[in-house]
């Protein structure tokens, strides 16, 4: 493909297009990835209530980032950067690290009337900037910050 400099021949680390050393971060410090979901399969089945009862469309935040920004389960926050905004519930665990956030993609984008997203779409914080190889969706790559709503 001839992009040396983001798909190398030899694997080697390459820093995320926004990530915790981009200037960015010192405004939106968290890193936001969007991991697939037990209850979906990318968008299908996001509009099933069954579902949403089994498993909410949450954020999930480390203890120590949760406790930094008064944050308890289940409170309603903002999850944004200069892309967007969505407002989901937050679910606090140590099973994600500190300083990364993540948002179960494939939720529908619904926005309210100020143009909030309500449900949790994680396109609504991702830039359009698709990947070097696979020309996809860079929804890994995603600086937000999070506070109570």
Known sequence: MNKPELIPAVPKYIPAW????????RQYP??????????????????????????AQEVWINPADAA??????????????????MVIPVKITSRIMPGVVSVPQGAWWTPDENGIDRRG??????????????????QHTNLVQIAKN
């Open 18 to 25: 926004e990530g915790p050393q981009a200037p960015l971060a």
């Open 30 to 55: 968290l890193q936001c990835i969007g991991h697939h979901y037990k209850r979906r399969v990318h968008s299908t089945f996001d509009n099933v209530p069954w579902l949403e009862e089994a498993s």
């Open 68 to 85: 930094e920004r008064g944050l308890k389960a289940g409170d309603k926050v903002k999850v944004f950067n200069d892309r967007g905004v």
């Open 121 to 138: 779409c994680t396109n609504t914080i991702t830039k359009y900037h698709p990947t070097p190889l696979a020309f996809g969706n860079p």
